[in-house]
């Protein structure tokens, strides 16, 4: 049979021999060890790759807040190129137009008691404006009269609420006293874009 353990006795034994004093103090260091490595140690891992989600997770929050808080100024943004496009729309001819400016030039004309012909399309030339291409559509037309003419069909091409601009050359008259230039009426062409639905 195994002898009894006695406390008293192991601490007479542990005064006179500091080996077997040691002796609890390595097994509770083993067990503190051992608890250590089974159950601390892996919770600390745990918690870094939690630590370091939860970083990662309020990186994406404020980036979010960020551009919920900007979402206002994108809005408005929105909102002024919206009717900055409309403006557009109204002032200018689109591309599929070009006949009705045609048309229009030629009304403008009798309206005011001009005699033409024909209206000339001339050479088309883009230009950017913004960020979008929109092409320079000229047009012209001999012109043949006096200045109250003229100038009724200036003021016509003045009142138009579509863009249509005019430059004119030197005015002389001739031995009649009328005036025979070319005229050239501009006008923008915008291209068809659909606005795309918010």
């Known amino acids: 049979m195994a002898?009894?353990?006695?406390?008293?006795?192991?601490?007479?034994?542990?005064?006179?021999?500091?080996?077997v004093a040691a002796q609890p103090l390595?097994?509770?260091?083993?067990?503190?060890?051992?608890?250590?490595?089974?159950?601390?140690?892996?919770?600390?891992?745990?918690?870094?790759?939690?630590?370091k989600k939860n970083q990662r997770i309020e990186g994406e929050i404020k980036s979010l807040e960020s551009a919920?808080?900007?979402?206002?100024?994108?809005?408005?943004d929105i909102e002024e190129k919206k009717g900055a496009w409309e403006k557009a729309q109204k002032l200018c001819y689109k591309k599929s137009e070009m006949t009705a400016f045609l048309r229009r030039i030629r009304e403008l004309a009798q309206q005011s008691g001009l005699n033409i012909k024909t209206v000339n399309p001339q050479a088309i030339t883009q230009i950017?404006?913004?960020?979008?291409?929109?092409?320079?559509?000229?047009v012209s037309f001999f012109f043949t009269g006096d200045l109250t003419l003229l100038g009724t069909f200036l003021r016509l091409i003045e009142k138009e609420e579509?863009?249509?601009?005019i430059s004119l050359p030197m005015l002389t008259p001739n031995a009649s006293g009328t005036f025979?230039?070319?005229?050239?009426?501009?006008?923008?062409?915008?291209?068809?874009?659909?606005?795309p639905a918010l």
């Open 26 to 51: 390595i097994i509770v260091a083993a067990l503190a060890f051992g608890g250590y490595k089974t159950l601390y140690a892996p919770k600390v891992i745990e918690f870094g790759k939690e630590v």
């Open 68 to 76: 919920v808080e900007n979402l206002d100024d994108i809005k408005l």
């Open 162 to 165: 579509k863009i249509t601009f």
């Open 3 to 19: 002898e009894e353990f006695s406390i008293t006795e192991w601490l007479k034994t542990a005064k006179n021999d500091p080996k």
């Open 128 to 138: 950017k404006a913004g960020e979008i291409i929109v092409e320079k559509f000229p």
């Open 180 to 195: 025979e230039i070319d005229l050239t009426p501009t006008t923008i062409l915008i291209p068809e874009i659909e606005q």
